[in-house]
């Protein structure tokens, strides 16, 4: 199946590091990759072609684990075989339940995010969705159609299933407004924003040296945030 000289190749690119063999080539996803092993009926994720080598062919409805616990290692008896994760388990596998995030007992998204901060995943064979809202469908049911998800813990990152609940584009409106209304600046417990921070961004604006989403990026709020500042509609009583 696979040539000693190959197999030689193989394992010029790993390095030894404590019991592990950490991969030193390619790298995609996370996974180590050697696309020539493709060519010989193997794998092109090096940590699964040396365990078809060693241990024979993965059976359907399986996939590989590290118990080292790093993604890098080719060691044959550091892997073992697992089923494959559902949905699910990768969802759960991407939450931070410390004790006392946010308002009290957020449950903080580690995964990837939309540009306007809310959660994102990828369910397997589906689109990418609000990681709230498929907490929501997970642990308390179908949203009916057109209806949206409310945070009143007000953190987009949270996923934490008491923490939501369902309403209309309506309800989110009135949500927002009668948490902010009265409240200007950095009293508002909504603000990632200094009064310093949005004389520099004012600045940034009426220079024009800068796009919007850049400016965003630098003070890690969302576009939008930089937009409102430029329209008057957030901060406008700070010149």
């Given at each position: 199946m696979i040539s000693e000289k190959l197999l030689q190749r193989v394992w010029s690119r790993a390095e030894d590091l404590n019991d592990c063999k950490i991969w030193k080539g390619q790298v995609k996803s996370g996974a180590p990759i050697f696309s020539t092993l493709a060519k010989h009926g193997l794998s092109s994720d090096v940590a699964k072609a040396m365990y078809q080598v060693k241990k024979g062919s993965i059976p359907d409805g399986m996939t590989i684990a590290h118990s080292c616990k790093n993604r890098l290692c080719i060691n044959v008896n550091h892997i073992e075989l697992i089923p494959v994760p559902t949905s699910d388990d990768r969802?759960?596998?991407?939450?931070?339940?410390?004790?006392?995030?946010?308002?009290?007992d957020c449950w903080d998204w580690l995964g990837c995010c939309f540009s306007d901060g809310y959660s994102a995943f990828v369910p397997e064979h589906g689109k990418t969705v609000r990681a709230h809202r498929y907490s929501y469908e997970l642990f308390v049911g179908a949203i009916p159609e057109g209806m949206v998800i409310l945070h009143f813990c007000?953190?987009?990152?949270?996923?934490?299933p008491k923490?939501?609940?369902?309403?209309?584009?309506?309800d989110n409106m009135q949500d927002m407004v009668?948490?902010?209304r009265g409240?200007?600046?950095?009293?508002?417990?909504?603000s990632k924003l200094t009064k310093a921070d949005v004389i520099r961004i004012k600045k940034f604006l009426k220079e024009g040296v800068m796009t919007?989403?850049?400016?965003?990026?630098?003070?890690?709020?969302?576009?939008?945030?930089?937009?409102?500042?430029?329209?008057?509609?957030?901060w406008k009583h700070i010149d």
């Open positions: 969802f759960l596998s991407k939450i931070d339940k410390t004790p006392g995030l946010g308002t009290g007000d953190r987009p990152t949270c996923v934490n923490h939501l609940s369902i309403g209309t584009g309506f009668k948490k902010v409240m200007q600046g950095e009293r508002c417990h909504l919007q989403v850049a400016i965003a990026s630098m003070f890690k709020v969302t576009p939008t945030i930089i937009s409102s500042i430029k329209k008057g509609k957030i």
